[in-house]
């Protein structure tokens, strides 16, 4: 059996959503494939599953496409240079198309060709540059419409085979045998099948050139990576590619060079512009022990460092990899757009079919031209394209849009909700705060000094992680006391700690631990609720069963929060904060920061179940958190906000990650999530409005009341058009600013 992989490709031949659904339906048939996706819009496919490469590759071209497979930056590039040539080979069959079809259409408006009947040679000859036309600048269409027919599948490649081909048939009929129909049917439609191809490629080719644009994230994200290193070997430093870069190797780094892979500092000291990660403009301060981030660019300074992650575990390639997967993802909105499209060609071969019948039996003379032209028209004017572009090209313009500002999208079903939700529950440490709290007050009442006091409190906190014990730490530290040992310690999950010190039992934590262990706090009621109501997190320490202390500790707000908060206000959402601190404490923080509504003193555990409380009265909630304690509740939400200076635990659960540790990448997020899904409906909107009116007219039904008929050509440009219009449309989230779509 293969190994479990995920394994991405370039496709080759897909012309329109119907092609989409062709090529997913092949590969969701291959055994071993757990989930697959294809971005129209990028003409790619992501599959995930115990296969390989050349099984997938194979049913794709059985099923009438190509593909080719994407491994790293050259693929793309290579990609990239495919596509480039294939936008210039569309321009020069355009123009080859409209050199032959628009002298013809010239000079029959100037009523200036003759008679069929009586230049036959000329008409011959005029047949011959046609079927030129048709070969040269049509090809791709009619070979995609014969794949489509062997693999049981219509495209929109059939409907321009079939409409430019039935023009061209027609009128090489009419040529060699004028007799077949009446002399007022005598007329041909050559120009019109070369000038509809011109049409087709041209829009084709301005589609591509918008659809290039859409996906200049990616490539500048790509383009972030250096192509060598500067390595340190046996003393001697050498420039190396960069896939030869090894885990725990020495890498040197000058100003101005971006650097290679991540790791972290052994020698030196620079500033990092991390602008590429979290948005931030201001270059960060770098010393030995730091970590660093491939693709950041070193500002001044040279430093080493060892190597922790390379190749496609770096932070950048896991960014890369997040945002094509979001690119390639679809929200509830854009399947919708997906079933229609998988069954727009057969219905409009339908409509096709019975226009045929209607005019050919009940219209006026004469009947085969009238026949033929409301036939072609309608098989020209419709589009799929458009249908299939309106949500994937949103989805990709806005994912690197919000990568541009710090923020990862992992799947459209996210970019589309948050822009649904009403209320927001924000974790207090680490996400409102800034994780980091401070020492600020020591009240001892008993025989034990305020040194004594915090030299036993970092003692027992030594080998704790919880932000608390950070700053009981740094406390003893900046007091030069040393902490001495702990014998069995344990942590008490939303209470607090305990072990026993030089044979004595020490609790630290809150008024829930000390009743659970029998301890009388009621002789520091008093302070505890001034420490509060100041914002400061009372915490007591209690020495053989007895209260001897309180501490008081402050976690100062994040520079930005209340902005933060404030802008979710305007923009109509309710803001909850969350946190395990008592309610006094909470309810400071929340004055502070100007939150709605506080749930204090919960456990750990007890989150995702606030989550589904605030769900059960209807609202539709993010949750914003940072830490392994938030992954449930990230994951219960409708959207997981991570700070991304979080856990992994916690960035794994979400749906949103912000590289920075503001929380102002939250409301940024939701007003482009609104700008997204306004776009879409825009896009949508506008492919079946086209669709709705232009099908119709072009199978005659205005003709009855005041004479108007569709002309192909008309049809055929704006055909093109819709297509390129709905991607214009998208590439406007490419100027999206946080200010002005709020």
Not at 531 to 557: F, K, N, S, V, W
Not at 577 to 587: K, V
């Amino acid at each position: 059996m293969a190994q479990e992989r995920t394994i991405r490709l370039s496709i080759g031949g897909m012309s329109c959503a119907g092609c989409v659904a062709a090529v997913e339906q092949a590969l969701a048939a291959i055994p071993g494939v757990h989930q697959s996706s294809v971005n129209f819009a990028e003409h790619t496919a992501t599959v995930a599953g115990e296969v390989d490469a050349k099984t997938v590759i194979q049913a794709i071209v059985d099923a009438g496409y190509e593909a080719a497979e994407l491994r790293g930056a050259e693929d793309e590039q290579e990609k990239e240079a495919a596509e480039f040539a294939h936008y210039r080979r569309l321009l020069y069959k355009s123009l080859f198309a409209a050199v032959v079809g628009v002298p013809l259409f010239v000079a029959g408006l100037l009523d200036a060709l003759p008679p069929v009947e009586e230049a036959r040679a000329f008409w011959l000859f005029v047949a011959v540059l046609t079927l030129g036309v048709l070969v040269v600048s049509g090809r791709q269409f009619f070979q995609g419409a014969w794949k489509a027919f062997w693999a049981h599948n219509a495209n929109m490649d059939t409907l321009i085979a079939l409409g430019t081909g039935t023009a061209w048939v027609y009128s090489t009929l009419i040529t060699l045998f004028p007799g077949l129909v009446d002399a007022m049917s005598r007329h041909v439609y050559f120009e019109a099948a070369a000038i509809i191809i011109a049409l087709i490629n041209f829009g084709s080719a301005l589609e591509m050139k918008a659809r290039g644009k859409s996906s200049e994230a990616i490539k500048r994200l790509i383009g972030l990576q250096p192509r060598t290193a500067r390595v340190v070997r046996n003393g001697q430093e050498l420039d190396v590619p960069i896939e030869q870069v090894g885990l725990q190797e020495t890498v040197r780094v000058r100003p101005g060079e971006k650097i290679p892979v991540d790791g972290i500092i052994i020698e030196g000291e620079s500033y990092v512009d991390e602008s590429m990660l979290t948005g931030e403009p201001m270059p960060v301060a770098k010393g030995v022990g730091d970590e660093v981030t491939g693709g950041t660019l070193n500002k001044q300074g040279s430093f080493l460092f060892t190597a922790t992650r390379i190749g496609q575990d770096t932070a950048l390639a896991r960014i890369i990899e997040m945002v094509r997967e979001a690119q390639n993802s679809k929200p509830a909105i854009g399947r919708l757009a997906d079933r229609i499209s998988a069954v727009f060609v057969p219905a409009v071969l339908l409509i096709a079919v019975l226009t045929f019948m209607i005019w050919y039996n009940f219209g006026p003379e004469p009947v085969a031209s009238y026949t033929l032209v409301t036939t072609m028209t309608v098989l020209i004017i419709a589009c799929p394209c458009a249908l299939g572009l309106a949500t994937p090209i949103s989805i990709m313009v806005a994912v690197g849009k919000a990568a541009e500002h710090g923020i990862l999208i992992r799947n459209g079903e996210a970019l589309q909700q948050a822009g649904r939700l009403d209320t927001l529950l924000l974790d207090k440490t680490g996400t409102l705060t800034e994780g980091q709290p401070r020492l600020l007050t020591v009240k001892s009442i008993g025989e034990y000094g305020d040194n004594e006091i915090i030299r036993l409190a970092a003692t027992l906190e030594a080998g704790s992680e919880h932000p608390l014990a950070e700053a009981l730490r740094q406390a003893a530290q900046q007091r030069g006391l040393e902490p001495g040992n702990t014998q069995d310690f344990e942590a008490v999950a939303g209470q607090g700690v305990k072990g026993h010190i030089e044979g004595r039992e020490v609790l630290l934590g809150n008024e829930k631990l000390m009743h659970a262990h029998g301890v009388d706090t009621s002789v520091l009621a008093v302070q505890a609720e001034a420490l509060a109501t100041q914002g400061q997190t009372p915490i007591y320490l209690a020495l053989e069963g007895r209260c001897e202390a309180i501490l008081g500790i402050a976690d100062p707000l994040k520079k930005g929060s209340v902005a933060a908060v404030q802008a979710l206000h305007e923009m109509g959402l309710k803001v909850v904060m969350i946190t395990g601190d008592n309610r006094l404490t909470a309810e400071a923080i929340a004055r502070q920061a100007g939150v709605d509504q506080v749930i204090a003193e919960v456990m750990p555990a007890d989150k995702a179940d606030k989550v589904a409380e605030l769900q059960a009265r209807g609202a539709r909630v993010g949750m914003v958190g940072d830490g392994i304690n938030d992954a449930p509740a990230l994951a219960r939400a409708e959207v997981g906000f991570a700070i991304g200076s979080g856990t992994d635990v916690a960035i794994e659960s979400a749906d949103v990650t912000l590289m920075g540790s503001s929380l102002k990448g939250v409301p940024t997020a939701i007003r482009l999530s609104r700008a997204t899904v306004r776009n879409i409906k825009q896009n949508l909107f506008g492919a079946f409005i086209y669709n709705s009116v232009g099908i119709p007219v072009a199978a005659g039904v205005l003709y009855p009341f005041i004479g108007l008929l569709l002309n192909p050509m008309i049809a055929g440009a704006a055909m093109a058009m819709s297509s390129v219009t709905v991607v214009s449309n998208a590439n406007r989230l490419r100027w999206f600013d946080d200010k002005e779509w709020s």
